[in-house]
């Protein structure tokens, strides 16, 4: 049973630049939730998808956006990319939407480095 | 926001059992608390989550007080490999977005 998985594992990119990061959930989840982890600190929630739509939003700019397709999994696209998008970006998928307490499992992450 | 306030920092001694807690005061009435570990920059691994009663599988034990107002992640023989941030977390109300505190960097000593 496969967990989890997001591709690429590292990406470098420059300035003003686009990026999309994807993500498979866990065999039999389909909600897709995106976290951006910057060095030292605790993941931050970017925003999450259930039945191809975005359910809730963290404090992230529109720079921001994702999708989430008919197989449940994502994609999640930074425009404009800036220094301070550099992160870990991490993909978590669950059953449902958290509701009922049933956990998130999370990928192994992207780090992203913004030159 | 839900909030969570964890300890910095902790030791403990291979083959004691860790005891990790965490404050949840704002936490409601319907809202799980969510314990997860980071090792060195990897995803977060799911460890335990509770709503009142206290829960245990075979990684952990969690203990919730009655007013459900902390906990505490318990587990019961550390070794080398638990040395890793552990998160408590609880649901941002009325959100279905998890909020992270700063962790808890446990560290185990041979």
């Known amino acids: 049973d496969a967990g989890v998985t997001q591709s690429p594992t590292h990406l470098i990119k420059t300035r003003g630049q686009q990026v999309t990061l994807r993500c498979s959930p866990k065999?039999?989840?389909?909600?897709v939730s995106w976290y951006q982890q910057a060095l030292g600190q605790g993941p931050q929630f970017i925003f999450q998808?259930?039945?191809?739509?975005?359910?809730q939003r963290g404090n992230f700019p529109d720079r921001f956006s994702g999708h989430q397709f008919p197989n449940y999994s994502s994609e999640l696209n930074v425009n404009a990319l800036l220094l301070g998008d550099s992160a870990l970006y991490l993909c978590?998928?669950?059953?449902?939407?958290?509701?009922?307490?049933?956990?998130?499992?999370f990928g192994p992450g992207t780090r992203l480095t913004v030159l | 926001d839900a909030k969570t306030t964890q300890p910095p920092s902790m030791d403990c001694a291979e083959g004691r059992a860790a005891n990790l807690p965490c404050n949840h005061s704002?936490?409601?009435?319907?809202?799980?608390v969510y314990w997860y570990r980071q090792i060195h920059s990897q995803g977060p691994q799911y460890i335990i989550h509770?709503?009142?009663n206290n829960e245990t599988n075979e990684m952990a034990s969690l203990i919730i007080t009655e007013d459900r107002k902390s906990s505490t992640l318990i587990l019961p023989h550390a070794t080398l490999r638990d040395t890793a941030v552990y998160y408590c977390?609880?649901?941002?109300?009325?959100?279905?977005?998890?909020?992270f505190g700063t962790g808890t960097r446990l560290k185990v000593l041979a």
């Open positions: 978590a998928s669950s059953l449902g939407l958290l509701a009922e307490g049933h956990e998130q499992f």
């Open positions: 065999s039999g989840h389909d909600t």
């Open positions: 998808y259930y039945e191809e739509e975005e359910r």
């Open positions: 704002t936490i409601s009435g319907n809202e799980y």
């Open positions: 509770g709503l009142k």
């Open positions: 977390i609880v649901r941002a109300p009325g959100t279905y977005k998890y909020i």
